[in-house]
């Protein structure tokens, strides 16, 4: 019976993979669709000179039909809801244990343990129909072992929890629980057992928007269900509920959901690979067309979208005051005071203790940041964290081998000076803005416009035209034109410009100029 409900269990699971994964049993609409050629989206309808001389202020990179390199059917049976992490899709109730290690290897220095719960119930609230029913901190000496707390300790919090009314689970604030530990949590306290992966991963699920947003949080769910099949069939084994073979296939259950699984995640990255060479041809557009790219990053619920809504004027953007609002990275033009434009890109938001595996699972979308011209580090500097918050964010970036001459040109922004009463800084290597009512954005695109000159290697340059021939015309097209003085007398004028070095190049030959 015990081998009959894990096989009852897993097989919604192994069938979506089966239907995927399998040709004999995918339907015949959901196929990969050939290479296209690709632009930016917010440049479809428009004409390239608009999009250079900064007549509209947004622009999405969105993953339309026509454009798209896998069917929509194919990535929502990738995506179909799993309770992969047995949160289901209910209101839940929760008791918030958050481990405090005193000392040793795990101890956090630069924060305390009533701010890292304070971002445990942050992330329960960002949630709809989760809240918290109470919540505690208990110290703890050995937080690898199968319950984390010492005997004494853990029999207090167990009577705790049973005696709290309502509760449907309990989360439990470590990176990631064995699937051991979960199994005895479940047994002791009889609820559901979760940890910040599984809670992370849930909201990632419910604020996926796009196609490789899914794919990415599927791909993050393997190791999820890896686990709970080893620790299912060794359950099995203990009871002696196994048969040693599945009908007659010679693979035992072990090995069928073992290469289903695999085979899952094969296809789950093809998908990703596909879009990622997607990302590079937009990636090559904008090198082609000499956009500069500036990737606005930070910790999660930083200001980053609000940032960018107050630098572009794109009213299409709706900021959130929630964890994780942005998991699909977004493209949006604005122009900078020599009136060159720059495309903003909005990153998803870091967070501490964030395991690996989601982070793996997100690199194609983080790829982006690699490839800009410039970064901006946005920081909430209201927040009691912001320090432990830079350190988590540095951490993630020197994780992800970002090339030094972009760290090393990095923006620090100091976001919410509206909320601090007489703020004052002292490194002058930070800017402080508040993005909501527009304090120090001036200074912010000076700075930014500085660097991009340095980064791209633009140059400044008065040139002389004659106003009889197509030069200023094509200057206005190719260029960033600043200012034009026109000489009546002889029908040239002295033309400012922002232009690079291969485009002034191509003005020199096209019109022989020396």
Same mark, same amino acid.
Request: hydrophobic content about 40%.
């Given at each position: 019976?015990?081998?009959?409900?894990?096989?009852?269990?897993?097989?919604?699971?192994?069938?979506?993979?089966?239907?995927?994964?399998?040709?004999?049993?995918?339907?015949?609409?959901?196929?990969?669709?050939?290479?296209?050629?690709?632009?930016?989206?917010?440049?479809?309808?428009?004409?390239?000179?608009?999009?250079?001389?900064?007549?509209?202020?947004?622009?999405?990179?969105?993953?339309?039909?026509?454009?798209?390199?896998?069917?929509? %059917?194919?990535? #929502?049976?990738?995506? &179909?809801?799993?309770? $992969?992490?047995? +949160?289901?899709?209910?209101?839940? /109730? !929760?008791?918030?244990?958050?481990?405090?290690?005193?000392?040793?290897?795990?101890?956090?220095?630069?924060?305390?343990?009533?701010?890292?719960?304070?971002?445990?119930?942050?992330?329960?609230?960002?949630?709809?129909?989760?809240?918290?029913?109470?919540?505690?901190?208990?110290?703890?000496?050995?937080?690898?072992?199968?319950?984390?707390?010492?005997?004494?300790?853990?029999? %207090?919090?167990? #009577?705790?929890?049973? &005696?709290?009314?309502? $509760?449907?689970? +309990?989360?439990?604030?470590?990176? /990631? !629980?064995?699937?051991?530990?979960?199994?005895?949590?479940?047994?002791?306290?009889?609820?559901?057992?979760?940890?910040?992966?599984?809670?992370?991963?849930?909201?990632?699920?419910?604020?996926?928007?796009?196609?490789?947003?899914?794919?990415?949080?599927?791909?993050?769910?393997?190791?999820?269900?890896?686990?709970?099949?080893?620790?299912?069939?060794?359950?099995?084994?203990?009871?002696?509920?196994?048969?040693?073979?599945?009908?007659?296939?010679?693979?035992?259950?072990?090995?069928?959901?073992? /290469? !289903?699984?695999?085979?899952?995640?094969?296809?789950?990255?093809?998908?990703?690979?596909?879009?990622?060479?997607?990302?590079?041809?937009?990636?090559?557009?904008?090198?082609?067309?000499?956009?500069?790219?500036?990737?606005?990053?930070?910790?999660?619920?930083?200001?980053?979208?609000?940032?960018?809504?107050?630098?572009?004027?794109?009213?299409?953007?709706?900021?959130?005051?929630?964890?994780?609002?942005?998991?699909?990275?977004?493209?949006?033009?604005?122009?900078?005071?020599?009136?060159?434009?720059? !495309?903003?890109?909005?990153?998803?938001?870091?967070?501490?203790?964030?395991?690996?595996?989601?982070?793996?699972?997100?690199?194609?979308?983080?790829?982006?940041?690699?490839?800009?011209?410039?970064?901006?580090?946005?920081?909430?500097?209201?927040?009691?964290?912001?320090?432990?918050?830079?350190?988590?964010?540095?951490?993630?970036?020197?994780?992800?081998?970002?090339?030094?001459?972009?760290?090393?040109?990095?923006?620090?922004?100091?976001?919410?000076?509206?909320?601090?009463?007489?703020?004052?800084?002292?490194?002058?290597?930070?800017?402080?803005?508040?993005?909501?009512?527009?304090?120090?954005?001036?200074?912010?695109?000076?700075?930014?416009?500085?660097?991009?000159?340095?980064?791209?290697?633009?140059?400044?340059?008065?040139?002389?035209?004659?106003?009889?021939?197509?030069?200023?015309?094509?200057?206005?097209?190719?260029?960033?034109?600043?200012?034009?003085?026109?000489?009546?007398?002889?029908?040239?004028?002295?033309?400012?410009?922002?232009?690079?070095?291969?485009?002034?190049?191509?003005?020199?030959?096209?019109?022989?100029?020396?």
């Amino acid at each position: 019976m015990a081998a009959l409900r894990t096989i009852q269990r897993w097989l919604p699971v192994l069938q979506r993979s089966c239907t995927a994964i399998c040709p004999l049993h995918r339907p015949t609409t959901a196929r990969f669709l050939p290479v296209r050629p690709f632009v930016l989206s917010a440049a479809r309808g428009r004409n390239t000179d608009e999009v250079s001389k900064g007549r509209y202020t947004a622009s999405t990179e969105e993953e339309e039909e026509e454009e798209d390199f896998i069917d929509d %059917s194919e990535v #929502e049976e990738l995506f &179909q809801q799993q309770d $992969i992490a047995e +949160v289901g899709q209910g209101q839940h /109730r !929760l008791f918030i244990v958050h481990p405090d290690v005193k000392w040793g290897s795990r101890k956090q220095h630069l924060t305390t343990a009533e701010l890292m719960l304070a971002e445990a119930v942050g992330l329960v609230n960002t949630l709809d129909n989760w809240t918290v029913v109470d919540s505690i901190i208990l110290s703890t000496k050995t937080p690898e072992k199968k319950r984390i707390f010492g005997k004494g300790n853990f029999q %207090s919090l167990t #009577e705790k929890i049973r &005696q709290t009314a309502g $509760i449907t689970a +309990v989360f439990v604030n470590v990176e /990631r !629980l064995s699937p051991l530990s979960v199994k005895e949590l479940k047994e002791a306290w009889g609820v559901n057992v979760f940890d910040r992966y599984s809670v992370v991963l849930h909201i990632f699920r419910c604020n996926a928007q796009t196609k490789e947003a899914k794919l990415q949080i599927s791909l993050a769910e393997i190791p999820l269900l890896r686990s709970r099949l080893r620790n299912d069939v060794a359950n099995l084994d203990q009871q002696g509920g196994r048969s040693k073979y599945i009908g007659g296939s010679g693979e035992t259950l072990l090995e069928v959901q073992q /290469r !289903l699984l695999r085979e899952r995640e094969l296809k789950i990255r093809s998908a990703l690979e596909k879009l990622r060479r997607k990302r590079h041809l937009l990636r090559s557009q904008r090198k082609h067309k000499e956009f500069p790219v500036v990737s606005v990053l930070g910790y999660t619920n930083c200001g980053k979208t609000t940032l960018i809504k107050s630098l572009t004027g794109d009213s299409g953007l709706q900021p959130k005051n929630q964890l994780f609002a942005t998991l699909d990275v977004t493209v949006h033009a604005g122009q900078l005071p020599n009136h060159m434009t720059v !495309l903003y890109v909005d990153t998803i938001g870091f967070l501490s203790q964030l395991p690996h595996q989601l982070i793996d699972s997100f690199s194609a979308t983080l790829e982006d940041i690699k490839h800009s011209d410039l970064l901006v580090h946005v920081r909430d500097i209201s927040h009691p964290e912001t320090v432990n918050q830079k350190v988590n964010v540095l951490n993630v970036l020197k994780n992800l081998q970002i090339p030094e001459r972009l760290l090393g040109s990095m923006i620090e922004v100091h976001n919410k000076i509206d909320l601090i009463d007489n703020y004052q800084f002292m490194d002058p290597h930070v800017l402080p803005i508040s993005a909501l009512d527009g304090r120090g954005l001036d200074e912010l695109k000076m700075a930014v416009e500085a660097e991009i000159i340095a980064s791209t290697g633009k140059h400044i340059l008065d040139l002389r035209v004659d106003l009889s021939s197509p030069q200023l015309s094509w200057l206005y097209k190719e260029a960033t034109v600043q200012d034009v003085e026109v000489d009546a007398n002889d029908g040239s004028a002295i033309v400012k410009v922002v232009i690079s070095t291969a485009a002034y190049g191509r003005y020199k030959k096209l019109f022989s100029v020396k």
